[in-house]
Nanobody, 123 residues
Framework: QVRFLQPGGGSAQPGGSHKLSCAVL????????MAWFRQAPGNEREGVAS??????SVYAASVKGRFTISQTNTHDVYLQMNSLKPEDTGMYYC??????????????????WGQGTQVNVSS
């Protein structure tokens, strides 16, 4: 059974930075694409960034230039968040799927999900 370790939630001030991490354990497939999603209260879950095994990445327009997704070769994925804004507040989820090169920001495309971690941006 696939397991996720998602530490790293917390608070930051507007303009500040925070880094999220996610480790995927017991992953049964040889290939993968990984992604970060977020959900604020009352809002739908939205895609933030996605990365494939070759290191290609895509970002939501709202975070492009501020957030950076990265990964290791052991199914760990990170999200470096800079120039944070109050609207970045939400529950952040990592997700993965066996389809390499998926690079999708659609939550319906991902099969495995982490439990989420809360990020609050306020002054």
């Amino acid at each position: 059974q696939v397991r996720f370790l998602q530490p790293g939630g917390g608070s930051a001030q507007p303009g500040g930075s925070h880094k999220l991490s996610c480790a995927v354990l017991d992953y049964p497939h040889a290939s993968h694409c990984m992604a970060w999603f977020r959900q604020a209260p009352g809002n739908e879950r939205e895609g933030v960034a996605s990365i494939d095994s070759a290191g290609n990445s895509v970002y939501a327009a709202s975070v492009k230039g501020r957030f950076t997704i990265s990964q290791t070769n052991t199914h760990d994925v990170y999200l470096q968040m800079n120039s944070l804004k109050p609207e970045d507040t939400g529950m952040y989820y990592c997700a993965t799927d066996r389809r390499d090169s998926l690079l999708s920001l659609d939550h319906d495309d991902y099969h495995y999900w982490g439990q989420g971690t809360q990020v609050n941006v306020s002054s």
